[in-house]
């Protein structure tokens, strides 16, 4: 019996449900982000006693930064998300891009973006 080459429609259709689910939840997470970074909840520091102010203003522009690089981190996992539906779309989805097999379910369930296998992650190819 040859080896599998690719995953079936049904099986496509059973990650493409994952990454739906992912990618809304990701998107709720970056809007939050977001909100943190453009301050659009109105929880800044100018509504706050001037004496607090100045100690605030610091811890503020440090939790801005770093909303920020996790909102960055946060996008690039939706890009990540969305490329794996086109790949879906294509019925490339769960193939190594290195060595051509069939990357295991159970990667493809922890990291549904994944395009390495385990092997090839691990032994260095990029």
């Known amino acids: 019996m040859s080896e599998k080459t690719r995953y ?16 809304e939840k990701a998107k709720r ?6 909100a943190g ?7 800044d ?21 770093e909303s920020g690089r996790l909102a960055q981190r946060q996008m690039k996992f939706i890009q990540n998300l ?5 790949r879906i779309e294509n019925k490339t989805y769960g ?3 290195e060595t051509g097999k069939l990357i295991p379910k159970e990667r493809l369930r922890a990291v ?5 296998s385990i092997e090839a992650k691990e032994s260095g190819i990029k």
Do not use: M, W
């Not at 969305?82 to 086109?86: C, E, F, H, M, P």
């Not at 549904?112 to 390495?116: I, S």
């Open 112 to 116: 549904p973006h994944a395009t390495l």
């Open 37 to 43: 970074v453009t301050n659009s909840e109105g929880n």
């Open 45 to 65: 520091v100018s509504d706050t006693s001037p004496t607090f102010k100045v100690l605030e203003e610091g811890a503020t522009t440090l939790s801005k930064e």
């Open 8 to 23: 079936s429609d049904e099986e496509l259709e059973e990650f493409r449900i994952i990454i739906l689910e992912k990618l």
């Open 95 to 97: 193939i190594c891009r």
């Open 29 to 34: 997470d970056y809007e939050q982000l977001r």
């Open 82 to 86: 969305q490329k794996a539906l086109v």
